[in-house]
């Protein structure tokens, strides 16, 4: 059963940073461009970053431009969301997907997703 586990999230104050982890099971995700979304309360799920598949090739959203990076390690089987100079509007539910593709000017997850995990910036 292809699934993946998002960990990392928790509560951290205007500046600090987290880093997420997401792991695949059941699956060889190094087939895949792996993304991260996420979705703040009354808000639509956003694109955050996409990462190819041996992890030359990564994008991220403006929003999170130079604070965000975005890795990936095959042999673990993970992909990371390094988050600095967190803002408060960066809190939202963060999901990791696999089989990340650019469709009609968006990018979608068209693989699997994860359960997401909570990130709250708040002092």
């Known amino acids: 059963q292809r699934q993946l586990v998002e960990s990392g999230g928790g509560l951290v104050q205007p500046g600090g940073s987290l880093r997420l982890s997401c792991t695949a099971s059941?699956?060889?995700?190094?087939?895949?461009?792996m993304g991260w979304f996420r979705q703040a309360p009354g808000k639509e799920r956003e694109f955050v970053a996409v990462?190819?598949?041996?992890?030359?090739?990564?994008y991220h959203a403006d929003s999170v431009k130079g604070r965000f990076t975005i890795s990936r390690d095959n042999a673990k089987n993970t992909v990371y969301l390094q988050m600095n100079s967190l803002k408060p509007e960066d809190t939202a539910v963060y999901f990791c997907a696999s089989d990340v593709v650019a469709r009609q000017g968006r990018w979608q997850g068209i693989g699997s997703w994860g359960q997401g995990t909570q990130v709250t910036v708040s002092s």
């Open positions: 990462i190819g598949r041996t992890g030359s090739t990564t």
């Open positions: 059941g699956f060889t995700s190094d087939y895949d461009a």
